[in-house]
């Protein structure tokens, strides 16, 4: 299974802006496969944010991040990032990356805290 390592998250004032990123790594992995990046808020269900396919040519967001968001990868460095400008407090929330869909596994890592807040 991949373990998956993200960082990035803050405690940022609305309007400012974050680059997320994920790590992954798995002897043998080609990250060769759609990955996503999720989110929960305390209270609320997990999320998916934004999705981008294996190459990186094609992308998807949630409505309610459209236009602010923009998901990216770097597959020698097996790498995803999202980049987050324009934000708001509805943003706050464990940010995680994994595949999409995700695995039967369910495995997850530990998540990066993104705190909108004036």
């Known amino acids: 299974q991949v373990q998956l390592v993200e960082s990035g998250g803050a405690l940022v004032q609305p309007g400012g802006s974050l680059r997320l990123s994920c790590a992954a790594s798995?002897?043998?992995?080609?990250?060769?496969?759609?990955m996503g990046w999720y989110r929960q808020a305390p209270g609320k269900q997990r999320e998916l944010v934004a999705t981008?396919?294996?190459?990186?040519?094609?992308?998807t967001y949630a409505d309610s991040v459209k236009g602010r968001f923009t998901i990216s990868r770097d597959n020698p460095k097996k790498t995803l990032y999202l980049q987050m400008n324009s934000l708001k407090p509805e943003d706050t929330a464990v940010y995680y990356c994994?595949?999409?869909?995700?695995?039967?596994?369910?495995?997850w890592g530990q998540g990066t805290q993104v705190t909108v807040s004036s």
């Open positions: 798995a002897s043998g992995f080609s990250f060769h496969t759609r």
């Open positions: 994994n595949t999409v869909p995700t695995p039967p596994s369910n495995y």
């Open positions: 981008i396919s294996s190459g990186g040519s094609s992308t």
